[in-house]
C-alpha cells in the first residue's frame, strides 16, 4: 500500500515570509495529491490538488509541485498571514483506487 | 448547509457499549468514505462505499465495525463492545461526479470512550 511521510512536523515562519511543506510517497502508481488544511477543531478542507500530468500549480499564494521522478511534492505559501496558521496535511491516492493516505501533518504557525 | 454533516458531534460512552454515527454527504455525491483521526495524526482511511455498495474496508476496520448505506444516501458507522482504543475523530467526506475526485469533509464526531 502507499506510505506518505510529511516535514517539518511543526513550522514557525515570520508573517510576510514563504512556508514549505515537503512530502514523498512510495508508490509510483499513485496519481492524485490534495492538500488539506485543518483548524483547530475544524474539519479538514482542500486547499489545492495536483494530479500527476502536472508539475506544477498555482493558486494565489499556495503553489504545489510535484516530482514524479523522486516521488517528491510539496506546498509554497507564500505572504504567508496569521490565517495561514493551521496543521497542513498531504494525502496520495493510487490509480484506481479510491482512499487517500494521508501524511502525519504539518503544524504551521505564523507569527505577527 | 449543504455539505458533509455528521452526527452526533460528540459522544461520550463506557467500555463495552455500542454506538452508532450517522454520516449526510452532499446531496449530489455517489461516493462516500469513513476515515479515523487521532491526536497528532493524519486521517486513516476506514472504509468506500459507491452509492450502497461498500468496495473497500481497511483491514482498521475490526469485525467490531460495520458501516452501511442502505439506500445510497446517508451512511452509519457502528462500533461494538467499544474499546479506549476506539477513542478517536471519526470523519466522513463524499465526493461525486466523473473525474471529481475531491473529498470534503464533515465535521467529524469525536469518540471517547471511558
Known amino acids: 500500500g502507499e506510505n506518505v511521510e510529511q516535514h517539518p512536523s511543526t513550522l514557525s515562519v515570520q508573517e510576510g515570509d514563504s512556508a514549505v511543506i515537503k512530502c514523498t510517497y512510495s508508490?509510483?502508481?499513485?496519481?492524485?495529491f490534495p492538500w488539506y488544511k485543518q483548524e483547530l477543531g475544524k474539519r479538514p478542507q482542500l486547499i489545492i490538488d495536483?494530479?500527476?500530468?502536472?508539475g506544477e500549480k498555482k493558486d494565489q499564494r499556495i503553489a504545489v509541485t510535484l516530482n514524479k521522478t523522486a516521488k517528491h511534492f510539496s506546498l509554497h505559501i507564500t505572504e504567508t498571514q496569521p490565517e495561514d496558521s493551521a496543521v497542513y496535511f498531504c494525502?496520495?491516492?493510487?490509480?484506481?483506487?479510491?482512499?487517500?493516505?494521508f501524511g502525519t501533518g504539518t503544524r504551521l504557525t505564523i507569527i505577527p | 448547509d449543504t455539505g458533509v454533516s455528521q452526527n452526533p458531534r460528540h459522544k461520550i460512552t463506557k467500555r463495552g457499549q455500542n454506538v452508532t454515527f450517522r454520516c449526510d454527504p452532499i446531496?449530489?455525491?455517489?461516493?462516500l468514505y469513513w476515515y479515523r483521526q487521532t491526536l497528532g495524526q493524519g486521517p486513516e482511511f476506514l472504509t468506500y462505499?459507491?452509492?450502497?455498495?461498500?468496495?473497500?474496508k481497511s483491514r482498521l476496520l475490526s469485525d467490531r465495525f460495520s458501516a452501511e448505506r442502505p439506500k445510497g444516501s446517508f451512511s452509519t458507522l457502528e462500533i461494538q463492545r467499544t474499546e479506549q482504543g476506539d477513542s478517536a475523530m471519526y470523519l466522513c467526506?463524499?465526493?461525486?461526479?466523473?473525474?471529481?475526485?475531491?473529498?470534503?469533509f464533515g465535521p467529524g464526531t469525536r469518540l471517547l470512550v471511558l
Open positions: 467526506a463524499s465526493s461525486g461526479g466523473w473525474y471529481q475526485e475531491t473529498q470534503y
Open positions: 508508490d509510483s502508481a499513485s496519481n492524485y
Open positions: 495536483i494530479r500527476s500530468n502536472v
Open positions: 494525502a496520495a491516492r493510487i490509480f484506481g483506487n479510491e482512499k487517500l493516505t
Open positions: 446531496s449530489e455525491h455517489n461516493r
Open positions: 462505499f459507491q452509492n450502497e455498495a461498500q468496495l473497500e
